[in-house]
């Protein structure tokens, strides 16, 4: 009797879960992606890149964590697919052809998806050369052509039927993707509004994040083994720029952090500029959100810890990099990974992760670096990248001081409005602060190296040892106090001088 009314109940709860109305509810919205990167540069004195395959396999790794359907177009070098053999097993060409059925697959499998009532998303990921043609239209490179400005709307953002659509390019030149030079006044009403059809805003379901906002280079790093750009942004969807620490991370945290990473490097020909714009329709649609990822281990470093971090996996493969400020505590989501290890240039600590879900890095035993930095590298990224802390207070000045120019014809910058004398006075004297706390955080950084020296030469006991480490650990966060209070500072002057009066 008891084994049929259990039954019975079952039968019940299965009949009313099939007769439920189907929709979104709660569950997570389907994700589709297509990933290409390609080194070459078709025959055009473009030397060939080394890292795009890279970056193509990386965005795979990371997407597919989140529980994304990854088509991958890229030809993997040998040493790549000895580190990322699921990428390589799913890895095609990246030619036209291939690419179009790419497109074609994945945007049939977002309709079923939306036939099940299934919220959708879609992204697009390039990672290779750029250029721009006779015609001044932006064209990213291909194995046998190009993929142009004009095929991205028509291929990619107007066939696509789903409800977000995310556009990363990572590519000289890759502003023009998506904008047009400016035209004259000549052109007819068909070519108008053949052009309108062909503008982000009638896209408002698309966001776009985007390695340079002008016609410049964008730039690889042997150290990082991967694009400077496409790795920040990787830092930054794992969890480095969630400031708010809310598990999502959107396009003005992730603008923020890149922004901050690359405020220092003062080479002009490695300095990046960067474009973001979320969707129109939804402003904080989040590019990544942790709650997707089922199978991965958090790692936790507090704001006691803030400072320059890296992470590598057991492989070698460096993961993510970031500078916490003061103010910001940083969990990042790591992929699924025997170990991994979390450095700065005085210790390392090493993390089983493949037996953790959850790591609070300041309650694990830091030890000396056991791999030492190797192979040629650009002295700006080496001195300058990440040199500026990220956290609340970096954030809130950006946005404060920061209104992203609309997407559309690239044009010169006019003259700044004038501000009153009064502003103008307080501005000099926060600036003059401002200068004061840098000139700061430049004397006290400055005895950093040295109290690491010490502490790699030092073979005293572990107490000794620890105390040394404390000490450089002291050293940095003192300079990144005044160094972020510096720029805070400068941001806050910057505003006030540049704000436009009233008229």
């Not at 998506?178 to 982000?200: M, N, P, T, W």
């Not at 830092?235 to 396009?251: C, F, I, M, P, Q």
């Not at 480490?469 to 510096?486: F, H, I, P, Q, W």
């Amino acid at each position: 009797m008891k084994a049929w009314l259990l039954g019975w109940l079952a039968s019940c709860v299965a009949a009313s879960a099939a007769a439920a109305p189907s929709g979104e509810g709660d569950s997570p919205p389907a994700r589709f992606a297509v990933v290409v990167g390609n080194n070459t540069g078709d025959g055009e004195g473009l030397a060939d890149l080394r890292h795009a395959d890279d970056d193509a396999a990386r965005f795979f790794e990371l997407l597919s964590m989140a529980g994304v359907d990854v088509e991958l177009l890229s030809v993997l070098d040998a040493s790549t697919q000895r580190l990322h053999g699921r990428a390589a097993a799913r890895a095609r060409a990246p030619t036209r052809t291939e690419l179009l059925e790419s497109l074609k697959r994945t945007f049939e499998k977002v309709e079923r998806a939306e036939e099940r009532g299934r919220r959708t998303i879609f992204y697009f990921v390039y990672v290779g050369h750029g250029s721009v043609g006779r015609d001044g239209e932006g064209r990213m490179h291909l194995l046998d052509g190009y993929l142009s400005r004009s095929d991205v709307f028509q291929k990619i953002l107007g066939p696509s039927p789903a409800r977000i659509n995310h556009l990363i390019i990572d590519a000289c030149n890759a502003y023009l993707m998506v904008a047009r030079r400016g035209q004259g006044k000549q052109l007819d009403e068909a070519l108008s509004r053949f052009l309108k059809r062909e503008d982000l805003s009638a896209h408002p379901d698309t966001g776009v994040l985007l390695s340079t906002s002008k016609a410049t280079e964008v730039h690889e790093w042997s150290r990082f083994e991967a694009g400077v750009f496409s790795h920040e942004v990787r830092s930054a969807l794992v969890g480095a720029a969630d400031v708010d620490e809310n598990g999502k991370t959107t396009y003005a945290e992730v603008d923020a952090f890149v922004t901050a990473a690359n405020s220092r490097v003062d080479h002009p020909q490695a300095r990046l500029d960067v474009y973001a714009a979320p969707p129109a329709l939804h402003l904080d649609e989040p590019l990544f959100d942790r709650s997707w990822v089922s199978e991965a281990t958090l790692l936790e470093v507090p704001a006691s810890m803030s400072g320059r971090y890296w992470v590598e996996d057991n492989r070698g493969v460096r993961y993510a990099d970031f500078h916490s400020g003061p103010d910001a505590n940083v969990t990042l989501v790591l992929a699924p990974a025997e170990s991994y290890f979390l450095r700065n240039e005085a210790f390392e600590i090493r993390l089983p992760t493949s037996m953790l879900r959850s790591a609070d890095a300041s309650r694990w035993q830091r030890g000396p670096r056991s791999v030492r930095a190797r192979g040629s590298e650009a002295e700006s990224f080496r001195k300058n990248l990440f040199a500026v802390p990220f956290g609340p207070a970096y954030y809130e000045g950006f946005r404060a001081s920061f209104v992203s120019e609309p997407l559309g014809t690239v044009a010169g910058d006019g003259p700044p409005a004038p501000g009153t004398r009064t502003r103008r006075a307080i501005a000099m004297v926060v600036g003059g602060t401002a200068v004061a706390s840098l000139v700061a955080s430049l004397v006290v950084g400055s005895t950093v190296d040295s109290a690491t020296q010490r502490y790699r030469r030092a073979a005293g006991s572990e107490s000794e040892l620890a105390a040394l480490a404390d000490d450089v650990e002291r050293r940095v966060s003192v300079t990144n106090v005044l160094l972020g209070t510096g720029i805070g500072l400068a941001v806050t002057a910057a505003t006030l001088w540049f704000w436009p009066a009233r008229r």
